[in-house]
Every structure is written in C-alpha cells, then in structure tokens.
C-alpha cells in the first residue's frame, strides 16, 4: 500500500488540491475504460470540496455517482448526503440524473441498504471496484458511517449494509470495508486545524481500526491520498 500525506497551508489550498486530483484520476478512468466510478462521503467539509469538482469541467456524462454512505432521511432533509451533493455537486456539474444512483434512504434501513446492494451488483459486479472513493474523517476517526466499536468495520463480505449509530441516535447506509479496500484511489479529505490531531493519531500512533475506524484504510494494497492542513 502507497500512502501520500499531503498537508497544505490552508483549507482553500487543501480543497484545490483535493478537488484537481480527484478530477485528474477521474479523467483517467474515462480515459482508460470509457467511464468511471465515483463514491462520494457526506457531512460538512466536502461542500468546498464539491464546489471546486462542479467547476473542473469533468465529462459527467461518463461519470457514475454512488454515495460512501447516507442517513435514513428523504431526500430533501437537512441531513441528506444526497442533499448536500445536489447542491453543491450535482446540480452545478449538471451530473445527468441517469447517472446518479443514490441510496433510498426514505425506505426502511434495511431494505434501503438491500436495494443499495442490487444497484451495486448491478452496476459494477459482486466486487465493486471503484474508480475513486472520497472519505471524510469524523473528530473520532470514524469514515463512511463506521463509527469506533462498529463490528462491520471486521466484515469483509458486505458490499453495503444497515446500521444503527448509536451516538447519533440515528439508522444510516454505509459501504462495507469489501468495497472501501478495493478502490483504485481512495481520497480522504479531512481539512481542519481540529482534525490535525487525530491524524496524526490516525496515521502515526498505534493500529486499532475497532478504535479508529479510519485506520480501516491503511490495510489497502491500493493507493490512499490523505489531503488535510499543515498545524499553524
Ligand atoms: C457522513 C459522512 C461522514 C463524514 C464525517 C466527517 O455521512 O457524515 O459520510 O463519514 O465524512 O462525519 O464529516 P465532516 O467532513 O463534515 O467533518
């Protein structure tokens, strides 16, 4: 596994950066296989993020879109991650609806994480291999909606699957580590003076993905870009 840190001087310059690679390996997806793959996390730090791809001027046409994760909201709530990125990706790039497969997440948890399943199946085979992942990182080191003690972060034979997150009091969709491990490049942006600390955890301190879910990633044979801030 191929490990690059790269720590810029501000979150503007870390967004830039970010949002240029992710483009460029995208690109070269189309390039080489005629379209390609892309799994996008949600929260709050990737709206710069997926402002900056809108302008790249990508061929969205020969993009496919699926999410790392989702709450058990409809579309339209305040917490939808694919709320967010119809905003602040979707809708900008004028990503075609036809290439957008979102997970359910008005039905029930499990039956959203079961369709979210077939459409994976579907779409890319019983082994997702995805062009380009994007992950965040919570302050406690969770990514995807695998938060610390979560027993799926040990499977790795889900492709996808319901869970309960017990501090948010809350039903979310998640990718399973099958799929996450298997990307050809995995992105994780965690801009942020705050989230400094826990990288630095994350990367150099001792390896226990059960505590710090995100170190789930340094298992990759593939290669994983890690983009955050320089401490001040
Ligand atoms: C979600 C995300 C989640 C996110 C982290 C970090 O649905 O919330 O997929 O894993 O990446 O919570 O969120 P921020 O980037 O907003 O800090």
């Given at each position: 596994m191929s490990l690059h840190r790269w720590a810029y001087d501000d979150a503007a310059s870390a967004t830039a950066g970010c949002a240029t690679f992710i483009a460029e390996k995208l690109d070269e997806a189309i390039r080489l296989r005629g379209r390609a793959n892309f799994a996008i996390s949600g929260g709050s730090s990737p709206k710069p993020l997926f402002r900056e791809l809108a302008k790249t001027g990508m061929d969205w046409e020969k993009i496919h879109l699926f999410w790392v994760d989702e709450r058990c909201?409809?579309?339209?709530?305040?917490?939808s991650n694919y709320t967010m990125a119809e905003e602040f990706l979707i809708r900008p790039a004028k990503?075609?609806?036809?290439n957008v497969f979102r997970v359910?997440?008005?039905?029930?948890p499990r039956d959203a994480a079961a369709h979210y399943v077939d459409v994976l199946q579907e779409e890319l085979g019983d082994s997702p291999e995805f062009d380009v992942i994007h992950h965040g990182m919570g302050q406690?080191?969770?990514t995807a909606s695998l938060f610390?003690?979560?027993?799926?972060?040990?499977?790795?034979?889900?492709l996808a699957a319901a869970v309960y997150v017990t501090k948010l009091k809350s039903w979310r969709v998640t990718l399973c580590p099958k799929v996450l491990l298997a990307a050809r490049f995995t992105v994780i942006f965690a801009p942020g003076q705050d989230k400094i600390p826990v990288l630095n955890q994350v990367l150099e301190g001792a390896r226990d993905p059960m505590k710090l879910?995100?170190?789930?990633?340094?298992?990759?044979r593939g290669e994983t870009y890690w983009f955050m801030e320089a401490a001040v």
């Open positions: 909201v409809p579309p339209g709530h305040p917490d990503a075609p609806p036809s359910l997440a008005e039905l029930e406690d080191a969770h610390p003690g979560e027993p799926l972060i040990r499977d790795r034979t889900q879910p995100i170190q789930l990633l340094l298992e990759k």
